[in-house]
């Protein structure tokens, strides 16, 4: 569990924090309920992504990995965050999919791949 915490926590917020900056732009008020109400889709789907990739890859699970985890995670947080907007009478224009998907894709897979370049420099130095 350790071992994959700090990614866990590192997923969840940024997830926050993308969807803190989305409430931003838009000027939406009730800071607080406001942000539950938009961040708890795509928290649902991190949390799928989660517990998918940790079902799937069991032995082999590393929670760092770009393939298979940060994708998965990436994909759920999305595909069941919308999902889960469209069921709660979110809106899911499909200009704010295509940002979602962007912005996402940059924090959720972004980390990890600095994190492996990171990796790379300090093991050719």
């Given at each position: ?10 997923d ?49 699970f ?12 990436w994909?759920s ?43 790379k ?5």
């Amino acid at each position: 569990m350790k071992k994959f915490l700090p990614a866990l926590v590192l997923d969840v917020v940024l997830v926050v924090v993308f969807c803190a900056i989305g409430r931003r732009s838009h000027d939406e008020a009730n800071a607080l309920t406001g942000l539950v109400t938009t961040a708890w889709p795509f928290l649902s789907g991190l949390a799928v992504g989660w517990i998918a990739t940790v079902a799937l890859y069991r032995d082999k699970f590393d929670a760092f990995l770009i393939v298979p985890t940060g994708l998965l995670v990436w994909f759920s947080t999305l595909v069941v965050g919308m999902l889960l907007r469209v069921v709660s009478g979110q809106g899911t224009a499909f200009s704010f999919i295509l940002v979602a998907a962007t912005v996402l894709a940059v924090f959720l897979l972004g980390w990890r791949a600095a994190l492996r370049a990171i990796a790379k420099v300090r093991t050719h130095s």
